[in-house]
């Protein structure tokens, strides 16, 4: 095809483009005809230059599109469809309408959409992801991400714009829709910035062309994939475009056309009335939401090695590092990368020693947890198992929002988060994440698991290596006894397989049960030992997955008498929800005792924490003592 042919191949597409903008959205009676008007020059001349193949959406040598504005989906779905990624009508009839692929805002369900979005300031960091990958591969794919000016005003865009130009990443070019209207009216008004000048301080190439002009978005398209350094393409552009009475109005950002004033556009772009054929079909769909997570799982062809056995006092953030660096020489071979990524602690975080020796594998992304999550999760749909490691407060009550957008996307990122718990001690309130489980809670498809010692923590890497989907491996800080069988051997021996969802027996009695989990756990077995010697014999439960306690055990609990749950977390949310819950569930009814953190804990060592909150060796055995007496 000559360059004449394809501009005028993207014109025409264009107007079909516009006139299902409108249609779709004043069908729907709702949606940001705006911002779709305005992006579709620049969507459909990447569309029409971009490596892709609608047959085959997740083609390994395609190039990477992702729109950081989700809420232009109209733009996005009418581009895909003249792609030829789906029917143009069906987008058009469907568009929002309940148990459709097409929603308010583009998500990965969709053929052809790489990254779900709508929270603004995500996609950069997305999109460097994905370009680090092909990097990583040695590959040639683009990656292109479309993005708002409102947007700029993000600070994790910021932050994906170091990290950028820090890697060299020139396979990446980022195009700002300029129309210099949001929501509020004027970007200028609403908050002044310096958009070229602020890209460029930061290491970017900044082209600016008409974002309506064919030939020049094309120009840029080009320059920009020979440039050695990432790209950002200001394609000036005007709210509306195309419809006379909407061009540069704020108020179409996110309100739909009336029908009357649609068919009035319609016939100003010289365009179908085909109201009626497209209103029955929207009638007629039945459909139900599906559950298309399947398309986005990956395998991992990872081993997992013989399990280092720990005998005396030890961390758990140590016993994760050694692992890490143990099982990447194991599978330096493997077609799957093993992948780490940091926000300078790796010193901390036990990743130095992997950095060392496989710096290749290793990124260091700063003080900038939020694009490093999105970033990772990106980063890990693209066959690579990976890790960020962090302190709890950063890698999830920080940046919680990361952690649920990477949720939605289905991706693979393995979160290790150590400093949980009041064990952080002397740091004080603001850095004691007491409220790693409740977090995670909420997120559907995400898994965490709490380690209760170093032999522990290794089986549990180690069982994950392999293992796709959203995993969050929360630790403390301080060292920690070994955990040990009534006989005095050790209970997580090489012989121990860690099985997601089974708690482990780590005493029997018939007094009654206690459920602990993670650096809380030798603390409630040492005080299980000093009640026995009274002749109380309580069994106890080491519960690695506090979300998901399978089978009976709670119920075969009630039966036995008294409940006790202790853990290292707000008694709101962890893992005596979860016994609640079953015992709800189970139609049975126990007398239940909780111990756990009730206040922001103050600064001090850990031991002096964990008696202050009751959740020392004597405090427990003392409390639940003399609540049995009574």
Request: hydrophobic content about 40%.
């Amino acid at each position: 095809m000559t360059r004449s042919e394809l501009i005028s191949q993207i014109s025409a597409q264009a107007k079909l483009a516009r006139a299902a903008i409108l249609k779709m959205t004043t069908l729907a009676k709702s949606g940001h005809p705006g911002g779709s008007l305005s992006s579709i020059d620049v969507l459909l001349s990447i569309y029409n230059t971009m490596k892709h193949d609608p047959k085959d959406p997740f083609w390994e040598e395609r190039d990477y599109m992702v729109v950081s504005i989700g809420h232009i989906s109209p733009a996005v779905y009418s581009t895909l469809s003249l792609m030829g990624y789906f029917p143009l009508d069906e987008s058009i009839a469907y568009f929002r309408k309940y148990g459709s692929v097409y929603e308010g805002h583009i998500e990965r369900e969709v053929p052809g959409v790489e990254w779900t979005t709508g929270n603004l300031g995500q996609g950069l960091s997305a999109g460097c992801g994905f370009a680090l990958s092909a990097k990583i591969k040695g590959k040639d794919n683009r990656v292109y991400v479309h993005m708002g000016d409102g947007e700029q005003q993000k600070g994790q865009i910021g932050e994906a714009r170091r990290f950028a130009a820090k890697y060299k990443l020139n396979n990446l070019t980022a195009i700002i829709d300029y129309n210099q209207l949001q929501i509020s009216g004027s970007i200028h008004d609403v908050m002044p910035q310096s958009l070229r000048r602020s890209w460029e301080a930061d290491g970017w190439q900044v082209l600016e062309v008409n974002g309506h002009d064919i030939p020049q978005i094309l120009g840029a398209l080009e320059e920009s994939g020979k440039a050695k350094k990432p790209t950002m393409i200001l394609a000036k552009s005007v709210m509306g475009k195309g419809i006379s009475f909407m061009e540069n109005k704020e108020q179409y950002h996110g309100a739909a056309l009336s029908m009357e004033l649609c068919q009035k556009a319609l016939a100003e772009l010289g365009a179908e009335d085909d109201f009626a054929k497209l209103q029955a079909k929207r009638d007629a769909f039945d459909g139900k939401p599906e559950d298309l997570s399947h398309l986005f799982q990956k395998s991992f062809d990872l081993k997992a090695g013989a399990p280092m056995l720990y005998e005396s006092d030890s961390d758990c953030r140590s016993a994760w590092g050694n692992a890490l660096l143990d099982l990447a020489k194991l599978n330096k071979d493997s077609q799957t990368p093993i992948i780490a990524l940091d926000c300078d602690l790796a010193g901390s975080v036990k990743t130095a020693d992997f950095a060392k020796e496989f710096p290749e594998h290793f990124f260091q992304c700063g003080i900038m947890e939020h694009h490093a999550i999105v970033m990772g999760g990106a980063l890990s749909t693209t066959g690579m198992q990976t890790f960020w490691a962090g302190f709890g407060m950063f890698g999830i009550d920080e940046t919680y929002n990361m952690q649920r957008l990477n949720d939605i996307n289905h991706t693979n990122l393995k979160t290790m988060l150590t400093h949980v718990g009041i064990d952080v001690g002397e740091d004080g309130k603001t850095h004691q994440c007491i409220d790693y489980i409740a977090l995670a809670r909420n997120l559907f498809k995400t898994r965490i698991i709490c380690p209760a010692d170093a032999n522990h923590a290794d089986r549990i890497v180690r069982w994950l290596i392999d293992k796709p989907g959203n995993y969050i491996v929360a630790m403390g800080r301080s060292k920690l006894p070994i955990i040990k069988k009534e006989d005095g051997s050790v209970f997580y021996d090489e012989d121990y397989v860690f099985d997601y969802g089974k708690a482990d027996l780590v005493r029997k009695g018939d007094s009654g049960t206690v459920f602990v989990c993670g650096t809380a756990s030798n603390n409630a077995v040492n005080a299980i030992d000093l009640l026995a010697k009274d002749g109380i014999n309580l069994q106890l439960y080491v519960v690695g997955s506090p979300l998901m306690l399978e089978g009976n055990i709670v119920s075969e609990a009630a039966k036995k008498g008294s409940i006790f749950v202790i853990e290292d977390h707000s008694v709101q949310g962890g893992l005596g929800a979860s016994v609640k819950d079953k015992l709800v569930e189970s139609k049975m009814s126990a007398d239940f005792v909780h111990y756990g953190v009730q206040e922001y804990p103050a600064s001090g060592a850990s031991k002096d924490l964990y008696k202050a909150h009751g959740l020392d060796a004597d405090s427990l055995a003392k409390a639940i003592k003399d609540h049995l007496k009574k």
